[in-house]
C-alpha cells in the first residue's frame, strides 16, 4: 500500500515537474506577466485609454472596452477601440455595418 503511493506521488511529481519545464520553455516572458493580476496592469499594456476612443463597447464582439484597448480604427474623423487585432479586422471588412452615420 505505501510502496504504492509512493510511486503515484513520484509520478504526479514527475508530471508537475514536466509540465513546469514546458511552461518555461514556452513563454518565459509571460509566466512573470501572468502572475501579476491587477488592473493597473491591464490597462498599462494598453498605450490606448477609454477618453481616447468614442465607443465605450467593442464594435465586432461587444466586450466592455474598459477591461483593455488592443487596437484602433480610424474611420470618418473618429477613433474607435478593439479588443483585439481581430475584431478590428472584422470592423474593416465592414466598417458601415457597424458604425451608421
Ligand atoms: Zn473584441
Redesign the pocket.
Known sequence: MSNHSNLVNKFILSIILLLSIACQHDKPAETKATSVKTDSVIAKSSPYTLDMVVNQK?L??Y?PLKEGIGDTVHYHGKVYG???KE?KKEFLTRPSYYVKD
Do not use: G, P, R, Y
Request: charged residues 10%; negative net charge.
Open positions: 467593442d465586432a464582439c466586450m478593439f479588443c483585439s475584431c
